[in-house]
């Protein structure tokens, strides 16, 4: 029997090597851009720290915060100065009072220049002279005033832009010594086996065809192309539809009271197992369409397993997702959905027979 087995463990053996090399090679390229790709890692978690921070900010009414539109209406009062103003103010921004102060001595100007020349018409070039050197430092001052209400405004925006940009605190951190080294590692490991995926479902095939009928042989290409699509396909749509909605509602809980700070190391775990999680589960056609051509499944048998398998999906989805019942719910439909797409795939390869 051992001798029987040989040479498929011999076959084994082989494909299961090159497997690993292809990951090899793929991680050393993905390692030299692990910087990019941990910054796609990340940016859901950073898009959900920003989100929630606005939130935050725009609840939290005991901080200070910079009117956004108080501030351009201050800016456009430099350029265009308002003669007076119906609303009533109590306290006024130190920009506001600068800008209308550059108003006051830029009114001052022109009425100074005014009388220097009317007392040069009336020939009264000693107080014409006066007036005139009056208005130049009018002048010099309206010019000063603006470019310092310009520097109080850049200041207000700065601090508001690093208000937002703070995210209320919360920040990704690192507990270890050497901890970007090895979330760096695991990072280009993730890639490097998304990026070998395809090569590794190939030789996944030739270790299977050699049982396979000619006519089956033929379906590598659907089988590698269709498992790697699917796969992906599942990747995405974990990345773009799950983490924003999962990360924004585990971070928003309790965020009023703790300040989070997330370990980096913890979350390319948690990512990384959300991400393989949702690409293995989108797989269910592909191998229900290979089960079927081997004449394991029927389309009937799947309907009859319909019910266990619709319990076996949310508890998968329970184990595969964050705890919350919103992610579980956006992982367990599409699949109760590829389950349903998966029973038509089965009847169009190895429909149920009906007996005579």
Do not use: C
């Not at 209406?73 to 009533?88: A, D, L, Y």
């Not at 009271?257 to 056609?285: A, C, H, R």
């Amino acid at each position: 029997m051992f001798k029987d087995l040989k040479p498929h463990l011999v076959e084994l053996r082989k494909r299961l090597g090159l497997s690993v090399l292809s990951i090899f090679v793929m991680f050393i390229l993905a390692f030299t851009f692990h910087n990019a790709i941990l910054t796609w890692v990340t940016q859901p978690l950073n898009d959900a720290l920003t989100e929630v921070g606005l939130m935050i900010e725009s609840k939290d009414k005991g901080t200070w915060k910079v009117d956004v539109g108080e501030l351009n209406e201050t800016q456009e009062s430099i350029t265009k100065p308002k003669v007076e103003s119906t609303k009533p103010t109590v306290e006024k921004p130190v920009a506001q009072l600068s800008a209308e102060a550059s108003s006051s001595a830029q009114k001052l100007h022109t009425s100074l220049s005014k009388a220097s020349e009317v007392s040069l018409k009336q020939e009264n070039v000693v107080l014409a002279n006066i007036l005139k050197e009056a208005a130049t430092a009018a002048k010099e001052t309206s010019n000063s005033t603006q470019k310092l209400t310009q520097a109080l405004l850049d200041l207000n925006l700065t601090k508001t832009t690093k208000a937002v940009d703070s995210t209320f605190g919360g920040m990704i951190t690192t507990h270890q010594v050497g901890g970007a080294f090895f979330v760096a590692l695991k990072v280009s490991f993730f890639a490097a086996i998304l990026a070998a995926l395809p090569f590794i479902l190939y030789q996944f095939w030739l270790f299977i065809a050699p049982g396979l009928y000619n006519n089956e042989k033929q379906m590598v290409i659907p089988f590698v192309v269709g498992g790697s699509v699917m796969f992906f396909i599942g990747v995405l749509f974990a990345y773009y539809i799950v983490t924003p909605f999962g990360f924004q509602f585990l971070i928003t809980f309790g965020s009023f009271l703790y300040t989070p700070l997330i370990n980096i190391e913890d979350y390319v775990g948690f990512f990384t197992k959300i991400m393989l999680g949702f690409g293995v589960s989108f797989e269910l056609p592909v191998f229900a369409y290979f089960l079927a051509l081997l004449g394991l499944i029927t389309d009937r048998t799947m309907i009859d397993f319909f019910k266990y398998a619709v319990i076996i999906i949310f508890v998968v989805a329970a184990l595969l997702t964050p705890p919350d019942i919103l992610t579980q719910l956006l992982m367990a439909a599409p699949l109760v959905l590829l389950y349903g797409a998966s029973i038509l795939i089965v009847r169009a390869v190895n429909p149920e027979k009906q007996e005579d």
